[in-house]
């Protein structure tokens, strides 16, 4: 047990003072963080007999029901001494570390969610309190069996050695019946014994295969592998060129970090798409990560987190809520691809898992390593001004070259009528299918096409509860709505003229495209990938798979296909609307914009072949445009960074967008009203708004916008804490929701 947790529990007793009391001693009452949104935890009395110390996690009641809560070493809530109710039961299981604790508390002040609910994030996972149960097994005994036969002879074969088998896993093996296996046993050739269960993933093996690194990989990995033999906090920033080796080189922290006895999490934005990062992980240290992502079964989540809380997983790789995992000895943390919009969570608990990882390792006192080739701006600033560590990949590995980048002008060189790719796209195509390569055609937009319209009337189809067009989604047969989930088949006539037949549709999505591409290019095999693809994540999977063999002549897809893959004989990326991020007004368009044109056509070429990328775009001159095909990013981020600093935005000034949403426009508007009138007075930080937000309507609610602005030093949540308790509070139908460090203005 680490010093910590033996520290004296410091609560308030039921009249109200402070008491200390020592974890198994005397210890009557304790604060427990129930999942749930109260702002401190709950005093519960420890009954005779039973320990308990800060990080237990334990049963309780909570109104009619019960509860897994954590026993916490914070202060609180003042209560009634007779109406405290007792713990029911401490779980058989490590308690959570006293850094997770600090953790837990962190988040919840910086993102001014009740604790309640960030301990939420780590509780959901019912059954994983209590220990796996052992499964019965046999064992040879060392008694013959009386008479041999052929099939018991082949479970001799196998059983002999002493190992234990499971029953049916011993008939299976042998390839005979239960009833051979039941009949040894009768004999009592077999004892049955319990066998512990499996861990999730075998142990990692750091000299499995050891990668061979180019000078330059070689000294990014010394000094990674540097500052995790150092032990403190650190951030570094790897900053490389799509395909430079950012992988393999934080592979070697990844093995430092092991061989020091820690546990290492690895965060990625779409795990559950990356079976190429599973399969390179093994291929490197002979087993694969555990996987934690919301893909993952039920069982499968509680077996994880059980063996993570127990120390028996070393690495796991996951998404953001990974970092909600109970580690016992955590001392690495990698953010792979740290740009990525992906790692904020605006559900509930708004955070931003890069920025929430930096602060794990802070608490925890290891360090964190940020990969990305094309870095937030924030994270750019930190290493310009040296509080992140900068270590740069400048060149691909090995003969991979970059691809050479273009924009096409749409408007000199525009697509036949009716159509959406320009001849200078379908003749690169036509090239690269003649040289038996692969191309990716890439469009950020699910379905046929994002509105429809009845060429009578003008009637635009919009979904009943959202401020939003219905997408066509003609596969399917539907109009969907994408911001809730409506849809209805789509209808043969306009529901406002009844005209039959006059439904248009309008602009493209990944659907038409690839239907104008079959039409082009009839012999080409076409894979459409998006989250629409039915068969889920396992599906999706195989088709990458399927894609990376050459089993695919031109791919249409998402951003799905922008992240993280390889595939070798990826030759040509066309992005087919390279305007599309740039039009909504975001403070943020260019970056993103900028992040994701890098990234898709850093699909291309990574294997050695010369390789392309077209840009369509009718803004050939945006200075995202000639930073993507120029290559310079210095000077693009240079650029945005000093327009960032001109208005104070972040990271050179703070941010925060309060969201207030009613079933009605006015409710939402009058409460948003109130509460800027309930700011405090500051010169460092302004209110703007309220303003009806750019997507009005989302699921039926209304919702309005009010921002905060701060400078860099002003404290934005004191300030917003005051601004709440200040203004009205939330009835009726109406709810505020806070985003600290707003990624989207929608
Ligand atoms: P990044 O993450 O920077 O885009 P990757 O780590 O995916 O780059 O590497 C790109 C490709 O180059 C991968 O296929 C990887 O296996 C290969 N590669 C990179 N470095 C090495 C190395 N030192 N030895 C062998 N292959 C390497
Ligand atoms: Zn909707």
Known sequence: MSKDSQAPLKHASPDGKPRHTFPGLALRTVPVLVPMPAERPYSYAVPDGMMVVPGSIVRVPLGPREVAGIVTAGETDSVDAKKLRPISEVFDCPPIEP??????????????????????????????FDPEPPIPGLRYAGVKPDRLTEARSRIMELAEDGMAWTRSGLAHAAGVSLTVVDGLKAQGVFEEVMIPPRPVVAAPDIDYARADLSPDQQAAADMLVENVGRQGFSVSLLDGVTGSGKTEVYFEAVAKAI??????????????????FLDRFHDRFGAKPAEWHSDLAPKMRERVWRQVAE???????????????????????????????????????????????????HIGGFPVVLASATPSIESQVNAEQGRYQRIRLAARYAEAAMPDLKTIDMRRSPPPPGKFLSPVLTGAIAKTLERKEQALLFLNRR??????????CGHRFQCPSCSSWLVEHRF??????????????????????????????????????????????????????????????????????????????????????????????????????????????????????????????????????KSIGLLQTYQPDHPVMRAIVSGDADAFYAREIEERERAGLPPFGRLAALIVSANTRGEAESHARALRRAAPSSSEIAVLGPAEAPLALIRGRHR????????????????????LAAGPKERGSVRVQVDIDPQSFL
Not at 100 to 128: C, E, I
Not at 259 to 276: F, H, K, N, S, Y
């Open 447 to 456: 379905g046929y096409a994002p509105l429809t319209l009845c060429r009578v």
């Open 99 to 128: 850094q997770m604790l600090r953790f837990v508390q962190w988040a919840a002040d910086y993102t001014l969610s009740p604790p309640g609910m960030v301990a939420r994030m780590l509780l959901r996972v019912p059954t994983a």
């Open 476 to 609: 399917r047969g539907q109009l969907m709505c994408h911001q809730c989930g409506y849809h209805e088949p789509t209808p043969h006539a306009c529901p406002e003229c009844g005209t039959l037949d006059h439904l248009v549709a309008c602009g493209p999505g990944v659907e038409r495209i690839a239907e104008e591409t079959a039409a082009a290019f009839p012999d080409a095999r076409i894979i459409v990938l998006s989250s629409d693809l039915l068969g889920g994540v396992k599906r999706l999977r195989l088709e990458l798979e399927a894609i990376a063999k050459g089993e695919a002549d031109i791919v249409i897809g998402t951003q799905l296909v922008a992240k993280g893959h390889n595939f070798p004989d990826m030759t040509l990326v066309g992005v087919v609307d390279a305007d599309l991020g740039l039009a909504n007004g975001d403070p943020r368009a260019a970056e993103r914009t900028f992040q994701l044109l890098n990234q898709v056509t850093g699909r291309a070429g990574r294997t050695g072949r």
């Open 704 to 723: 309005f916008r009010l921002l905060v602005h701060g400078t860099k030093r002003a404290d934005i949540q004191a300030f917003i804490r005051t601004l």
């Open 259 to 276: 061989e020091d006895g820690r546990q290492v999490l690895i965060l990625l934005p779409e795990i559950a798409l990356t079976q190429q």
């Open 311 to 361: 120390g028996q997983v070393r690495v796991v790789a996951g998404a953001r809520s990974a970092l909600f995992l109970p580690f016992r000895e955590l001392g690495l943390i990698v953010v792979d691809e740290e740009h990525d919009p992906a790692y904020k969570q605006e559900d509930r608990v708004f955070y931003n898992a890069r920025d929430m990882a930096v602060v794990r390792g």
